[in-house]
Protein backbone atom coordinates (compact mmCIF):
# COMPACT_ATOMS: atom_id res chain seq x y z
CA UNK A 1 0.00 0.00 0.00
CA UNK A 2 2.60 2.75 0.67
CA UNK A 3 4.79 1.60 -2.14
CA UNK A 4 2.01 2.13 -4.25
CA UNK A 5 1.37 5.83 -2.84
CA UNK A 6 4.79 6.56 -2.97
CA UNK A 7 5.04 5.62 -6.69
CA UNK A 8 1.64 7.69 -7.62
CA UNK A 9 2.95 11.23 -5.65
CA UNK A 10 4.92 13.17 -7.39
CA UNK A 11 9.02 13.80 -6.60
CA UNK A 12 9.72 14.90 -3.60
CA UNK A 13 10.57 18.74 -3.37
CA UNK A 14 14.44 18.88 -3.05
CA UNK A 15 15.72 21.33 -0.15
CA UNK A 16 16.43 24.42 -2.13
CA UNK A 17 12.93 24.31 -3.67
CA UNK A 18 11.50 24.07 0.16
CA UNK A 19 13.98 26.99 1.11
CA UNK A 20 12.89 29.41 -2.08
CA UNK A 21 8.89 28.54 -0.99
CA UNK A 22 9.45 29.58 3.08
CA UNK A 23 11.92 32.57 2.08
CA UNK A 24 9.17 33.66 -0.38
CA UNK A 25 6.60 33.63 2.17
CA UNK A 26 8.62 35.59 4.29
CA UNK A 27 8.43 38.58 1.61
CA UNK A 28 4.76 37.45 0.89
CA UNK A 29 5.44 36.93 -3.28
CA UNK A 30 5.59 33.72 -5.16
CA UNK A 31 4.87 32.82 -8.76
CA UNK A 32 2.16 31.15 -9.65
CA UNK A 33 4.13 28.71 -11.57
CA UNK A 34 6.51 27.98 -8.69
CA UNK A 35 3.23 28.09 -6.09
CA UNK A 36 1.72 25.42 -8.52
CA UNK A 37 4.90 23.08 -8.19
CA UNK A 38 5.17 23.55 -4.37
CA UNK A 39 1.38 22.35 -3.80
CA UNK A 40 2.10 19.29 -5.60
CA UNK A 41 5.83 18.42 -4.51
CA UNK A 42 5.85 20.34 -0.57
CA UNK A 43 4.92 18.08 2.71
CA UNK A 44 3.73 19.99 5.41
CA UNK A 45 6.81 18.33 7.75
CA UNK A 46 9.05 19.67 5.25
CA UNK A 47 7.56 23.56 5.15
CA UNK A 48 7.45 23.66 8.81
CA UNK A 49 10.92 22.83 9.42
CA UNK A 50 12.26 25.08 6.79
CA UNK A 51 9.82 27.50 8.08
CA UNK A 52 11.63 26.94 11.57
CA UNK A 53 15.05 27.08 10.48
CA UNK A 54 14.49 29.91 8.42
CA UNK A 55 12.77 32.00 11.16
CA UNK A 56 15.42 30.93 13.27
CA UNK A 57 18.29 32.07 11.01
CA UNK A 58 16.53 35.69 10.62
CA UNK A 59 16.88 36.28 14.22
CA UNK A 60 20.31 35.37 14.27
CA UNK A 61 20.96 37.36 11.31
CA UNK A 62 18.99 40.23 12.95
CA UNK A 63 20.76 39.85 15.79
CA UNK A 64 24.20 39.73 13.81
CA UNK A 65 23.00 43.23 12.22
CA UNK A 66 22.47 45.08 15.04
CA UNK A 67 25.40 43.85 16.90
CA UNK A 68 27.44 44.86 13.71
CA UNK A 69 26.45 48.17 13.66
CA UNK A 70 26.44 49.05 17.70
CA UNK A 71 30.09 47.73 18.00
CA UNK A 72 31.16 50.47 15.44
CA UNK B 1 -32.21 35.61 11.70
CA UNK B 2 -35.65 33.97 12.42
CA UNK B 3 -35.64 33.88 8.23
CA UNK B 4 -32.84 30.98 8.35
CA UNK B 5 -34.78 28.94 10.88
CA UNK B 6 -37.66 28.84 8.80
CA UNK B 7 -36.49 25.04 7.59
CA UNK B 8 -35.80 24.13 11.15
CA UNK B 9 -37.99 21.76 12.60
CA UNK B 10 -37.98 18.89 9.53
CA UNK B 11 -35.88 16.65 11.75
CA UNK B 12 -32.50 17.10 10.35
CA UNK B 13 -29.32 15.68 11.22
CA UNK B 14 -28.66 13.80 14.00
CA UNK B 15 -30.38 16.33 16.40
CA UNK B 16 -33.76 14.48 17.10
CA UNK B 17 -35.16 17.26 19.16
CA UNK B 18 -35.60 21.50 18.88
CA UNK B 19 -35.87 23.66 22.12
CA UNK B 20 -38.15 27.09 21.09
CA UNK B 21 -37.79 30.06 22.35
CA UNK B 22 -34.89 31.07 25.19
CA UNK B 23 -33.95 27.47 25.33
CA UNK B 24 -33.33 27.17 21.53
CA UNK B 25 -30.39 29.43 21.82
CA UNK B 26 -29.08 28.00 25.52
CA UNK B 27 -28.28 24.45 23.63
CA UNK B 28 -27.88 24.90 20.27
CA UNK B 29 -25.22 23.42 18.60
CA UNK B 30 -25.71 24.82 15.02
CA UNK B 31 -22.70 26.66 13.57
CA UNK B 32 -25.27 29.65 12.29
CA UNK B 33 -27.41 29.92 15.67
CA UNK B 34 -23.47 30.15 17.25
CA UNK B 35 -22.56 32.52 14.79
CA UNK B 36 -25.50 35.04 15.35
CA UNK B 37 -24.98 34.52 18.84
CA UNK B 38 -21.29 35.82 18.83
CA UNK B 39 -22.50 38.39 16.56
CA UNK B 40 -24.87 39.93 18.76
CA UNK B 41 -23.28 39.50 21.88
CA UNK B 42 -20.20 41.46 19.93
CA UNK B 43 -22.51 44.46 19.04
CA UNK B 44 -24.05 44.78 22.31
CA UNK B 45 -20.44 44.86 24.10
CA UNK B 46 -19.33 47.52 20.86
CA UNK B 47 -22.26 49.71 22.71
CA UNK B 48 -21.26 49.29 25.99
CA UNK B 49 -17.74 49.99 25.07
CA UNK B 50 -18.63 52.78 22.94
CA UNK B 51 -20.66 54.39 25.46
CA UNK B 52 -17.53 54.20 27.89
CA UNK B 53 -15.88 55.52 25.33
CA UNK B 54 -18.88 58.62 24.94
CA UNK B 55 -18.33 59.31 28.54
CA UNK B 56 -14.39 59.53 28.11
CA UNK B 57 -15.00 61.76 25.34
CA UNK B 58 -17.53 64.05 26.70
CA UNK B 59 -15.02 64.44 30.08
CA UNK B 60 -12.05 65.73 27.77
CA UNK B 61 -14.79 68.15 25.73
CA UNK B 62 -13.17 70.93 27.55
CA UNK B 63 -10.22 71.35 29.81
CA UNK B 64 -11.02 70.61 33.61
CA UNK B 65 -12.43 68.35 35.33
CA UNK B 66 -16.64 68.34 34.15
CA UNK B 67 -18.35 65.36 34.91
CA UNK B 68 -15.52 62.28 36.49
CA UNK B 69 -13.41 62.03 39.15
CA UNK B 70 -9.97 61.21 37.82
CA UNK B 71 -9.88 57.61 39.39
CA UNK B 72 -13.15 57.07 37.46
CA UNK B 73 -11.89 58.30 34.41
CA UNK B 74 -9.38 55.64 34.75
CA UNK B 75 -11.65 52.96 34.91
CA UNK B 76 -13.78 53.83 32.04
CA UNK B 77 -10.28 54.19 29.59
CA UNK B 78 -9.09 50.60 30.99
CA UNK B 79 -12.58 49.17 30.70
CA UNK B 80 -13.62 50.79 27.23
CA UNK B 81 -10.62 49.29 25.92
CA UNK B 82 -10.70 45.46 27.64
CA UNK B 83 -14.26 45.63 26.16
CA UNK B 84 -13.63 46.77 22.96
CA UNK B 85 -10.96 44.14 22.72
CA UNK B 86 -12.22 40.86 24.37
CA UNK B 87 -15.76 41.76 23.87
CA UNK B 88 -16.20 43.44 20.77
CA UNK B 89 -13.40 43.19 18.11
CA UNK B 90 -12.50 39.05 19.45
CA UNK B 91 -15.56 37.47 19.70
CA UNK B 92 -17.37 39.66 16.11
CA UNK B 93 -14.49 37.83 14.02
CA UNK B 94 -15.45 34.27 16.02
CA UNK B 95 -19.29 34.91 15.01
CA UNK B 96 -18.25 35.34 11.00
CA UNK B 97 -15.66 31.89 11.60
CA UNK B 98 -19.00 30.27 13.19
CA UNK B 99 -20.97 31.33 9.95
CA UNK B 100 -18.84 31.69 6.95
CA UNK B 101 -15.92 28.43 7.78
CA UNK B 102 -18.19 25.58 7.45
CA UNK B 103 -20.16 27.24 5.19
CA UNK B 104 -16.96 28.23 2.77
CA UNK B 105 -15.25 24.66 3.16
CA UNK B 106 -18.64 22.44 2.61
CA UNK B 107 -18.49 21.48 6.48
CA UNK B 108 -21.89 20.44 7.90
CA UNK B 109 -20.95 22.19 11.26
CA UNK B 110 -18.04 23.06 12.68
CA UNK B 111 -16.37 19.89 14.49
CA UNK B 112 -17.10 20.03 18.13
CA UNK B 113 -20.52 21.47 18.15
CA UNK B 114 -21.09 21.09 21.78
CA UNK B 115 -17.80 22.98 22.91
CA UNK B 116 -18.54 25.39 20.25
CA UNK B 117 -21.70 26.19 22.42
CA UNK B 118 -19.81 26.23 25.75
CA UNK B 119 -16.92 28.15 24.22
CA UNK B 120 -19.93 31.30 23.44
CA UNK B 121 -21.93 30.64 26.55
CA UNK B 122 -18.24 31.68 28.47
CA UNK B 123 -18.48 35.05 26.80
CA UNK B 124 -21.47 36.26 28.91
CA UNK B 125 -19.97 35.24 31.98
CA UNK B 126 -16.53 37.24 31.43
CA UNK B 127 -18.97 40.34 30.09
CA UNK B 128 -20.77 40.37 33.04
CA UNK B 129 -17.83 39.84 35.42
CA UNK B 130 -16.56 43.22 34.03
CA UNK B 131 -19.36 45.09 33.86
CA UNK B 132 -20.33 44.10 37.13
CA UNK B 133 -16.66 45.14 38.45
CA UNK B 134 -17.73 48.87 37.95
CA UNK B 135 -19.81 48.56 41.10
CA UNK B 136 -17.41 46.71 43.69
CA UNK B 137 -15.72 48.69 46.21
CA UNK B 138 -13.09 50.79 44.43
CA UNK B 139 -14.50 50.22 41.37
CA UNK B 140 -13.75 48.51 38.31
CA UNK B 141 -9.57 47.69 37.02
CA UNK B 142 -7.86 51.19 36.14
CA UNK B 143 -4.69 50.10 35.42
CA UNK B 144 -5.28 50.20 31.84
CA UNK B 145 -6.74 47.23 29.49
CA UNK B 146 -3.04 46.24 29.11
CA UNK B 147 -3.18 46.07 33.01
CA UNK B 148 1.04 46.78 33.98
CA UNK B 149 2.30 45.97 37.29
CA UNK B 150 2.24 47.23 40.07
CA UNK B 151 -0.58 49.17 38.81
CA UNK B 152 -2.36 45.92 38.72
CA UNK B 153 -1.04 44.84 42.06
CA UNK B 154 -2.17 47.72 43.55
CA UNK B 155 -6.06 47.37 42.47
CA UNK B 156 -9.14 47.01 44.21
CA UNK B 157 -11.16 43.71 43.65
CA UNK B 158 -12.04 45.28 40.72
CA UNK B 159 -9.01 43.67 39.24
CA UNK B 160 -9.73 40.29 40.08
CA UNK B 161 -13.07 40.30 38.46
CA UNK B 162 -10.92 41.95 35.50
CA UNK B 163 -8.47 38.63 35.95
CA UNK B 164 -11.14 36.21 36.00
CA UNK B 165 -13.12 37.17 33.02
CA UNK B 166 -10.02 37.22 31.26
CA UNK B 167 -9.28 33.70 32.17
CA UNK B 168 -12.78 33.35 30.84
CA UNK B 169 -12.80 34.84 27.96
CA UNK B 170 -8.81 33.59 26.76
CA UNK B 171 -10.42 29.75 27.60
CA UNK B 172 -13.28 30.52 25.25
CA UNK B 173 -10.70 31.95 22.83
CA UNK B 174 -8.97 28.52 23.11
CA UNK B 175 -11.81 26.81 22.28
CA UNK B 176 -12.97 28.11 19.25
CA UNK B 177 -9.56 28.05 17.70
CA UNK B 178 -9.32 24.13 18.32
CA UNK B 179 -12.84 24.06 17.13
CA UNK B 180 -12.03 26.10 13.82
CA UNK B 181 -8.61 24.76 13.59
CA UNK B 182 -10.05 20.82 13.76
CA UNK B 183 -12.83 21.97 10.98
CA UNK B 184 -11.05 23.41 8.98
CA UNK B 185 -8.18 20.84 8.65
CA UNK B 186 -10.47 17.59 8.72
CA UNK B 187 -13.82 19.17 7.33
CA UNK B 188 -13.13 20.35 3.97
CA UNK B 189 -15.57 19.13 1.25
CA UNK B 190 -13.37 16.38 -1.09
CA UNK B 191 -11.18 18.84 -3.74
CA UNK B 192 -10.78 21.53 -1.55
CA UNK B 193 -7.70 21.64 -1.58
CA UNK B 194 -5.51 23.67 1.07
CA UNK B 195 -4.37 26.64 -1.65
CA UNK B 196 -7.76 26.39 -2.54
CA UNK B 197 -9.62 27.31 0.19
CA UNK B 198 -10.97 31.28 0.31
CA UNK B 199 -8.69 33.58 2.12
CA UNK B 200 -11.09 34.27 4.99
CA UNK B 201 -10.43 30.48 5.73
CA UNK B 202 -6.93 30.66 5.30
CA UNK B 203 -6.50 33.96 7.68
CA UNK B 204 -9.07 32.56 10.36
CA UNK B 205 -6.46 29.30 10.43
CA UNK B 206 -3.57 31.43 10.99
CA UNK B 207 -5.13 33.52 13.48
CA UNK B 208 -6.60 30.51 15.42
CA UNK B 209 -3.17 29.14 15.99
CA UNK B 210 -1.98 32.77 17.04
CA UNK B 211 -4.56 32.57 19.56
CA UNK B 212 -3.57 29.25 20.88
CA UNK B 213 -0.30 30.07 21.09
CA UNK B 214 -0.78 33.65 23.19
CA UNK B 215 -3.69 32.64 25.04
CA UNK B 216 -1.91 31.10 27.45
CA UNK B 217 0.56 33.59 27.86
CA UNK B 218 -2.20 36.12 29.12
CA UNK B 219 -2.99 33.88 31.51
CA UNK B 220 0.09 33.06 32.53
CA UNK B 221 0.83 36.77 33.29
CA UNK B 222 -2.94 37.78 34.58
CA UNK B 223 -2.20 33.95 37.10
CA UNK B 224 1.22 35.91 37.99
CA UNK B 225 -0.66 38.88 38.25
CA UNK B 226 -3.64 37.01 40.71
CA UNK B 227 -0.94 34.97 42.77
CA UNK B 228 1.10 38.36 43.67
CA UNK B 229 -1.96 40.11 44.34
CA UNK B 230 -3.44 37.50 47.36
CA UNK B 231 -0.96 34.24 47.59
CA UNK B 232 2.11 35.95 48.69
CA UNK B 233 4.82 35.98 45.61
CA UNK B 234 6.50 38.32 43.87
CA UNK B 235 6.98 37.66 40.47
CA UNK B 236 6.21 41.60 39.91
CA UNK B 237 7.47 43.17 42.82
CA UNK B 238 10.62 44.83 43.16
CA UNK B 239 10.91 44.83 46.66
CA UNK B 240 10.30 41.02 46.74
CA UNK B 241 13.00 40.39 44.24
CA UNK B 242 10.56 40.16 41.24
CA UNK B 243 10.52 42.78 38.49
CA UNK B 244 7.46 44.77 37.43
CA UNK B 245 8.76 45.15 33.22
CA UNK B 246 8.69 41.26 33.47
CA UNK B 247 5.00 41.86 33.39
CA UNK B 248 5.46 44.00 30.43
CA UNK B 249 7.39 41.16 28.55
CA UNK B 250 5.03 38.34 29.25
CA UNK B 251 2.24 40.77 28.45
CA UNK B 252 2.95 42.47 25.26
CA UNK B 253 4.33 38.64 23.67
CA UNK B 254 0.54 38.00 24.27
CA UNK B 255 -0.31 41.68 23.05
CA UNK B 256 1.36 41.85 19.92
CA UNK B 257 0.31 38.54 18.39
CA UNK B 258 -3.03 39.76 19.48
CA UNK B 259 -2.68 42.58 17.28
CA UNK B 260 -2.63 40.31 14.21
CA UNK B 261 -5.51 37.94 15.75
CA UNK B 262 -7.84 41.29 15.64
CA UNK B 263 -7.30 42.60 11.74
CA UNK B 264 -5.73 39.25 9.67
CA UNK B 265 -9.19 37.68 9.73
CA UNK B 266 -9.95 41.50 8.97
CA UNK B 267 -7.83 40.88 6.22
CA UNK B 268 -9.36 37.85 4.93
CA UNK B 269 -12.75 39.46 4.76
CA UNK B 270 -11.94 42.37 2.30
CA UNK B 271 -9.91 39.56 0.72
CA UNK B 272 -13.57 38.19 0.23
CA UNK B 273 -15.27 41.75 -0.53
CA UNK B 274 -12.55 43.04 -3.03
CA UNK B 275 -12.81 40.42 -5.52
CA UNK B 276 -16.36 40.06 -5.70
CA UNK B 277 -17.05 44.04 -6.68
CA UNK B 278 -14.27 43.94 -8.65
CA UNK B 279 -15.67 40.95 -10.34
CA UNK B 280 -11.92 39.80 -11.11
CA UNK B 281 -9.89 36.57 -8.87
CA UNK B 282 -7.82 37.54 -5.94
CA UNK B 283 -4.58 39.35 -7.41
CA UNK B 284 -1.87 36.71 -5.88
CA UNK B 285 -3.68 34.22 -4.27
CA UNK B 286 -0.64 32.61 -2.72
CA UNK B 287 0.82 35.53 -1.92
CA UNK B 288 -1.30 36.42 0.17
CA UNK B 289 -1.81 33.20 2.02
CA UNK B 290 2.29 33.61 2.15
CA UNK B 291 2.10 36.98 3.44
CA UNK B 292 -0.42 35.99 6.22
CA UNK B 293 1.95 33.46 7.49
CA UNK B 294 4.85 35.99 7.64
CA UNK B 295 2.96 38.34 9.45
CA UNK B 296 2.11 35.74 11.74
CA UNK B 297 5.81 34.50 12.00
CA UNK B 298 6.83 37.95 12.55
CA UNK B 299 4.05 39.17 15.09
CA UNK B 300 6.01 37.06 17.74
CA UNK B 301 9.80 38.93 17.57
CA UNK B 302 8.52 42.47 17.98
CA UNK B 303 6.83 42.67 21.24
CA UNK B 304 9.50 44.70 22.53
CA UNK B 305 8.55 47.70 20.50
CA UNK B 306 5.88 48.46 22.87
CA UNK B 307 8.39 48.90 25.33
CA UNK B 308 10.92 50.86 23.95
CA UNK B 309 11.13 53.04 27.26
CA UNK B 310 11.81 50.70 29.87
CA UNK B 311 15.79 50.67 29.45
CA UNK B 312 16.22 48.05 27.54
CA UNK B 313 20.19 47.54 25.98
CA UNK B 314 20.42 49.39 22.43
CA UNK B 315 21.37 46.01 20.62
CA UNK B 316 17.59 44.85 21.95
CA UNK B 317 16.20 48.47 20.99
CA UNK B 318 17.64 48.35 17.79
CA UNK B 319 16.66 44.47 17.09
CA UNK B 320 13.02 45.11 17.48
CA UNK B 321 13.02 48.25 15.76
CA UNK B 322 14.42 46.52 12.76
CA UNK B 323 11.94 43.44 13.05
CA UNK B 324 8.76 45.78 13.66
CA UNK B 325 10.12 47.78 10.41
CA UNK B 326 9.75 44.47 8.35
CA UNK B 327 6.12 43.69 8.85
CA UNK B 328 5.51 46.75 6.62
CA UNK B 329 7.26 43.96 3.84
CA UNK B 330 4.45 41.41 3.89
CA UNK B 331 1.66 44.11 4.91
CA UNK B 332 2.65 45.99 1.70
CA UNK B 333 2.03 43.42 -0.54
CA UNK B 334 -1.70 42.46 0.69
CA UNK B 335 -2.04 46.31 0.23
CA UNK B 336 -0.35 46.02 -3.35
CA UNK B 337 -2.30 42.55 -3.96
CA UNK B 338 -5.69 44.36 -3.13
CA UNK B 339 -4.88 47.25 -5.03
CA UNK B 340 -3.71 45.13 -7.89
CA UNK B 341 -7.42 42.86 -7.77
CA UNK B 342 -9.04 46.20 -8.54
CA UNK B 343 -6.54 47.31 -10.95
CA UNK B 344 -9.33 47.34 -14.55
CA UNK B 345 -11.54 45.36 -12.72
CA UNK B 346 -15.71 46.48 -13.55
CA UNK B 347 -15.77 47.95 -10.22
CA UNK B 348 -19.32 48.88 -7.99
CA UNK B 349 -19.31 50.60 -4.52
CA UNK B 350 -22.15 48.90 -2.74
CA UNK B 351 -21.73 48.89 0.57
CA UNK B 352 -19.45 45.95 1.36
CA UNK B 353 -16.68 47.49 -0.89
CA UNK B 354 -17.30 50.80 0.72
CA UNK B 355 -16.18 49.99 3.82
CA UNK B 356 -13.39 47.44 2.16
CA UNK B 357 -12.05 50.50 0.04
CA UNK B 358 -12.44 52.50 3.67
CA UNK B 359 -10.24 49.57 5.48
CA UNK B 360 -7.53 49.90 2.64
CA UNK B 361 -7.39 53.36 2.82
CA UNK B 362 -7.49 54.37 6.64
CA UNK B 363 -5.52 50.84 7.78
CA UNK B 364 -2.48 51.96 5.35
CA UNK B 365 -2.80 55.19 7.35
CA UNK B 366 -2.37 53.14 10.72
CA UNK B 367 0.38 50.95 9.29
CA UNK B 368 2.44 54.11 8.62
CA UNK B 369 2.07 55.91 12.14
CA UNK B 370 2.68 52.01 12.72
CA UNK B 371 6.45 52.74 10.99
CA UNK B 372 7.07 55.71 12.44
CA UNK B 373 6.45 54.69 16.12
CA UNK B 374 8.84 51.33 15.44
CA UNK B 375 11.79 54.25 15.15
CA UNK B 376 12.91 53.69 18.45
CA UNK B 377 13.87 56.92 19.09
CA UNK B 378 11.02 58.77 17.79
CA UNK B 379 8.77 56.29 20.13
CA UNK B 380 10.25 57.75 23.45
CA UNK B 381 9.11 60.64 22.11
CA UNK B 382 5.88 59.50 21.65
CA UNK B 383 5.31 56.81 24.19
CA UNK B 384 2.14 56.90 25.62
CA UNK B 385 0.98 60.05 24.01
CA UNK B 386 -2.09 60.66 21.78
CA UNK B 387 -0.20 59.83 18.50
CA UNK B 388 -0.45 56.59 19.87
CA UNK B 389 -4.03 56.79 20.80
CA UNK B 390 -4.38 57.60 16.64
CA UNK B 391 -2.03 55.05 15.87
CA UNK B 392 -3.84 52.01 17.52
CA UNK B 393 -7.52 53.22 16.75
CA UNK B 394 -6.31 53.68 13.29
CA UNK B 395 -6.03 49.88 12.61
CA UNK B 396 -8.58 48.78 15.11
CA UNK B 397 -11.50 51.21 14.57
CA UNK B 398 -10.72 51.79 10.24
CA UNK B 399 -8.97 48.15 10.48
CA UNK B 400 -10.76 45.57 12.08
CA UNK B 401 -13.98 47.25 12.82
CA UNK B 402 -14.58 48.67 9.32
CA UNK B 403 -13.70 44.95 7.72
CA UNK B 404 -16.49 43.74 10.56
CA UNK B 405 -19.24 46.34 9.29
CA UNK B 406 -17.82 45.46 5.34
CA UNK B 407 -18.44 41.82 6.37
CA UNK B 408 -21.52 42.70 7.77
CA UNK B 409 -22.95 43.80 4.61
CA UNK B 410 -21.36 41.72 2.24
CA UNK B 411 -22.83 38.28 4.08
CA UNK B 412 -26.12 39.81 5.55
CA UNK B 413 -27.98 38.98 2.38
CA UNK B 414 -27.34 35.23 2.69
CA UNK B 415 -27.95 34.55 5.81
CA UNK B 416 -31.56 36.30 6.15
CA UNK B 417 -32.15 36.09 2.52
CA UNK B 418 -33.05 39.31 2.17
CA UNK B 419 -31.52 42.87 1.28
CA UNK B 420 -30.42 45.29 4.19
CA UNK B 421 -31.25 49.02 3.23
CA UNK B 422 -28.08 50.14 0.61
CA UNK B 423 -28.93 53.88 0.72
CA UNK B 424 -28.98 53.60 4.50
CA UNK B 425 -26.02 51.37 4.36
CA UNK B 426 -24.03 53.94 2.41
CA UNK B 427 -24.74 56.83 4.93
CA UNK B 428 -23.09 54.59 7.41
CA UNK B 429 -20.15 54.30 5.56
CA UNK B 430 -19.54 57.96 5.06
CA UNK B 431 -20.64 59.07 8.23
CA UNK B 432 -18.85 56.38 9.92
CA UNK B 433 -15.76 57.28 7.69
CA UNK B 434 -15.91 61.19 8.24
CA UNK B 435 -16.64 61.15 11.73
CA UNK B 436 -13.83 58.11 12.32
CA UNK B 437 -11.21 61.17 11.03
CA UNK B 438 -12.61 63.96 12.81
CA UNK B 439 -11.98 62.24 16.11
CA UNK B 440 -8.61 60.43 15.55
CA UNK B 441 -6.69 62.69 12.91
CA UNK B 442 -6.53 65.73 15.07
CA UNK B 443 -5.04 62.73 17.91
CA UNK B 444 -1.90 62.79 15.67
CA UNK B 445 -1.59 66.80 16.55
CA UNK B 446 -1.84 66.17 20.11
CA UNK B 447 -0.02 63.27 20.81
CA UNK B 448 3.02 65.23 19.28
CA UNK B 449 2.60 68.30 21.27
CA UNK B 450 3.51 66.21 23.85
CA UNK B 451 -0.50 65.14 25.38
CA UNK B 452 -0.33 61.74 27.34
CA UNK B 453 -2.73 59.55 26.74
CA UNK B 454 -5.19 58.77 29.90
CA UNK B 455 -5.78 61.89 31.34
CA UNK B 456 -8.60 63.41 32.29
CA UNK B 457 -7.29 66.85 32.13
CA UNK B 458 -4.88 68.97 29.93
CA UNK B 459 -3.21 71.90 29.44
CA UNK B 460 -4.96 74.70 27.56
CA UNK B 461 -3.20 74.73 24.49
CA UNK B 462 -4.72 71.27 23.85
CA UNK B 463 -8.53 72.52 24.07
CA UNK B 464 -9.30 73.12 20.26
CA UNK B 465 -8.60 69.47 18.90
CA UNK B 466 -9.64 67.81 21.96
CA UNK B 467 -12.90 69.38 21.32
CA UNK B 468 -12.68 68.56 17.82
CA UNK B 469 -12.38 65.05 18.93
CA UNK B 470 -15.11 64.99 21.26
CA UNK B 471 -17.54 66.37 18.29
CA UNK B 472 -16.28 63.64 15.90
CA UNK B 473 -16.75 60.45 18.48
CA UNK B 474 -20.43 61.64 19.08
CA UNK B 475 -20.71 61.84 15.87
CA UNK B 476 -19.60 58.47 15.20
CA UNK B 477 -21.09 56.94 17.84
CA UNK B 478 -24.71 58.35 16.40
CA UNK B 479 -23.73 56.98 12.84
CA UNK B 480 -23.67 53.04 14.46
CA UNK B 481 -27.64 53.90 15.39
CA UNK B 482 -27.93 53.57 11.46
CA UNK B 483 -26.45 50.44 11.60
CA UNK B 484 -29.05 48.86 14.12
CA UNK B 485 -31.45 50.15 12.50
CA UNK B 486 -29.92 48.66 9.03
CA UNK B 487 -29.75 45.57 10.43
CA UNK B 488 -33.04 45.53 12.24
CA UNK B 489 -34.86 46.49 9.17
CA UNK B 490 -33.17 43.87 7.15
CA UNK B 491 -33.90 41.26 10.01
CA UNK B 492 -37.42 41.95 10.09
CA UNK B 493 -37.52 40.90 6.36
CA UNK B 494 -38.27 44.58 5.05
CA UNK B 495 -35.92 44.18 2.25
CA UNK B 496 -36.24 42.74 -1.20
CA UNK B 497 -35.34 38.86 -1.53
CA UNK B 498 -32.25 38.00 -2.64
CA UNK B 499 -31.00 35.32 -5.29
CA UNK B 500 -29.07 32.78 -3.82
CA UNK B 501 -25.76 34.14 -5.26
CA UNK B 502 -26.47 37.76 -4.31
CA UNK B 503 -23.72 39.51 -5.66
CA UNK B 504 -22.81 39.33 -9.48
CA UNK B 505 -19.20 38.46 -8.85
CA UNK B 506 -19.05 36.41 -6.00
CA UNK B 507 -17.97 33.21 -6.12
CA UNK B 508 -17.60 30.26 -3.71
CA UNK B 509 -19.08 27.75 -1.99
CA UNK B 510 -21.83 29.81 0.35
CA UNK B 511 -23.22 31.30 -2.69
CA UNK B 512 -24.10 28.19 -3.84
CA UNK B 513 -26.61 27.78 -0.92
CA UNK B 514 -29.96 29.06 -0.87
CA UNK B 515 -30.39 32.28 0.52
CA UNK B 516 -31.05 32.30 3.70
CA UNK B 517 -29.20 28.99 4.06
CA UNK B 518 -31.01 26.00 5.70
CA UNK B 519 -30.57 25.55 9.05
CA UNK B 520 -28.40 22.37 8.13
CA UNK B 521 -26.30 22.68 5.19
CA UNK B 522 -23.62 20.44 3.10
CA UNK B 523 -25.17 17.50 5.35
CA UNK B 524 -24.04 15.88 1.65
CA UNK B 525 -20.18 17.63 0.89
CA UNK B 526 -20.25 19.02 -2.04
CA UNK B 527 -17.23 18.03 -4.88
CA UNK B 528 -15.00 21.29 -5.56
CA UNK B 529 -13.41 21.04 -8.39
Known amino acids: ?72 | MEAAHAHNGHGHGAHGHHYSGLMRWITTTNHKDIGTLYLFFALTMFFVGGLLALMLRAELFEPGLQFWRPEFFNQLTTMHGLIMVFGAIMPAFVGFANWQVPMMIGAPDMAFARMNNWSFWLLPVGAILLVASFFVPGGATAAGWTIYAPLSTQMGPGMDLAIFALHIMGASSIMGSINIITTILNMRAPGMALMKMPLFVWTWLITAYLLIAVMPVLAGAVTMVLTDRHFGTNFFNAAGGGDPVLFQHVFWFFGHPEVYIMILPGFGIVSQIVPTFARKPLFGYSSMVYATASIAILSFIVWAHHMFTVGMPAVAQLFFMYATMLIAVPTGVKVFNWIATMWKGSLTFETPMLFACGFIFVFSMGGFTGLVLAITPVDIQLQDTYYVVAHFHYVLVAGSLFALFGGTYYWLPKWIGRMYDETLGKWHFWLSMIFFNITFFPMHFTGLAGLPRRVPDYNMQFADFNMISTIGAFGFGLAQLIFVYVLVKAIRGAGEKVSDKVWEGADGLEWTLPSPPPYHTFETPPLVK
Open chain 1, 1 to 72: MRMTLESESPRKATPLQVAKAVLSAFVGIRRRAAHEKDVVTLTPLQVIVAGVIAAAIFVLSLVMLVRFITSQ
